[in-house]
């Protein structure tokens, strides 16, 4: 079982839309969550961190964490056609200077936003 | 805000050959780095990371070498390249209370 799970899509949506992206995890001791946002053939851009259980809004983005489920969960209101990347979960267990980077990866869904 | 050098974009090398890609790091100083793979269809393996000059721990074993000769100075080395090495290979780089950010990645194809 993949320490990260996480639906490759792909995914299809009409502009204006709610997205969904979802991802599980298997190790309790994950305690940092992000996501990340990649455009076909760049680097990974950071799009929400979040450290507790909760949600945390950041513009049209929800990031929600349930530790008690081992679930994680991205939203995207009004999804635009700029909006159609691949999206990657990412998640650490690390305490002090490498918890940032010392990342396990989602498989990544691929969005696709059409006009 | 750090920036992150990495080149070349796009490398075909023949089997057995052997590699070495830089990344070099500005805007920043005593940043950890970190080597990530990316093989197609899948999500980002994390290779190697270093929290310091010569310091360099491996998170798989594998055919590649890392090294950092200096502070912002990254680099992934391979004496014999095998079909399995090809992938996008991103390098990273954090800083105290910043988040990790990524250079532009190497698509490294082996023939």
């Known amino acids: 079982q993949k320490e990260v799970e996480q639906d490759p899509g792909p995914l299809s949506v009409p502009e204006g839309a709610i997205v969904s992206l979802n991802c599980t995890y298997s190790?309790?001791?994950?305690?940092?969550f992000m996501w990340y946002r990649q455009y076909s053939r760049k680097g990974p851009e950071l799009l929400m961190y979040t450290y507790s259980s909760g949600n945390k809004e950041d513009g049209r983005f929800t990031a929600q964490v349930d530790k008690s489920s081992k679930y994680i969960s991205l939203f995207i209101r009004d999804s635009q056609p700029s909006d159609s990347a691949t999206y990657l979960c990412?998640?650490?267990?690390?305490?002090?200077?490498?918890?940032?980077?010392?990342?396990?990866f989602g498989q990544g869904t691929i969005l696709t936003v059409h006009p | 805000s750090q920036t992150i050098h990495q080149w070349p974009a796009t490398l075909v090398q023949p089997v057995g050959s052997p590699l070495s890609l830089e990344c070099t790091v500005e805007?920043?100083?005593?940043?950890?780095l970190y080597w990530y793979r990316q093989a197609a269809g899948r999500g980002l393996q994390l290779l190697f990371y270093?929290?310091?000059?010569?310091?360099i721990s491996s998170e798989v074993p594998q055919n590649l070498s890392a090294s950092r000769p200096q502070d912002r100075q990254f680099i992934l080395s391979s004496k014999k390249l095998l079909l399995s090495d090809s992938g996008f290979y991103l390098c990273?780089?954090?800083?105290?209370?910043?988040?990790?950010?990524f250079g532009s990645g190497t698509q490294l194809s082996v023939l």
């Open positions: 990273a780089s954090d800083a105290a209370n910043e988040k990790l950010f």
């Open positions: 990412a998640m650490s267990a690390e305490a002090g200077g490498t918890s940032y980077g010392k990342l396990t």
């Open positions: 805007g920043t100083s005593n940043p950890n």
């Open positions: 190790n309790s001791a994950f305690q940092y």
């Open positions: 270093s929290v310091g000059i010569g310091q």
